[in-house]
T-cell receptor, first 108, second 115 residues
């Protein structure tokens, strides 16, 4: 079965602390994985994708096929990082399979 | 370049009624996907349209149907509305898979409430 699991509904950290948002997936084949972010009162937007191996707004995510994980990390959280984060898997038919999302709350 | 726009932004319907939601895709994008996002959940794939043909469907009953027009805009129709259909409906446009840019751009969504 194709599935994306984000085990934490809420992650609360203080400004400057490291952040790791967990994502595990189940997929037979070569997965294409993404992180989407939704800031308050804004639309869902792409944060980063694994094939680009890029760092966006200080966030990085590494695909670990052995652990079937794609955790999102940032060494020093900022208050403006507070948002809803969704991990998503793109199937070979082109549809996106989303996790349930994690709310990141960065406290001052 | 224009982004993905959806209309209406909010809608209240009565159980048993029918509803049509609309989506204009981003300029140059010929693939449109629809998602249902229930409260507290991630978006769930309903179906995808590519060049006016349905090109993949999620686990939704036939009363969820769609259309794509020659200008790549799209409609989502839901018949015989049920209370559980209350959700945020998202439209996303992209180039087809295999294209050099397969990022999906989302609209702001239509909030449907069924009473």
């Amino acid at each position: 079965a194709q599935r994306v699991t984000q085990p934490e509904k809420l992650l609360s950290v203080f400004k400057g602390a490291p952040v790791e948002l967990k994502c595990n997936y189940s997929y037979s084949g070569s997965p294409e994985l993404f992180w989407y972010v939704q800031y308050s009162r804004q639309r869902l937007q792409l944060l980063l994708r694994h094939i680009s191996r890029e760092s966006i707004k200080g966030f990085t995510a590494d695909l670990n096929k052995g652990e079937t994980s794609f955790h999102l990390k940032k060494p020093f959280a900022q208050e403006e990082d507070s948002a809803m984060y969704y991990c998503a898997l793109k199937s070979n038919t082109g549809k996106l399979i989303f996790g349930q999302g994690t709310t990141l709350q960065v406290k001052p | 370049e224009t982004g993905v726009t959806q209309s209406p932004t909010h809608l209240i319907k009565t159980r048993g009624q029918q509803v049509t939601l609309r989506c204009s895709s981003q300029s140059g994008h010929n693939t449109v996907s629809w998602y249902q996002q229930a409260l507290g959940q991630g978006p769930q794939f309903i179906f995808q349209y590519y060049r006016e043909e349905e090109n993949g469907r999620g686990n939704f009953p036939p009363r969820f149907s769609g259309l794509q027009f020659p200008n790549y805009s799209s409609e989502l129709n839901v018949n015989a509305l049920e209370l559980d259909d209350s959700a945020l409906y998202l439209c996303a446009s992209s180039l087809p898979r295999g294209g050099s840019d397969t990022e999906a751009f989302f609209g702001q969504g239509t909030r449907l409430t069924v009473v």
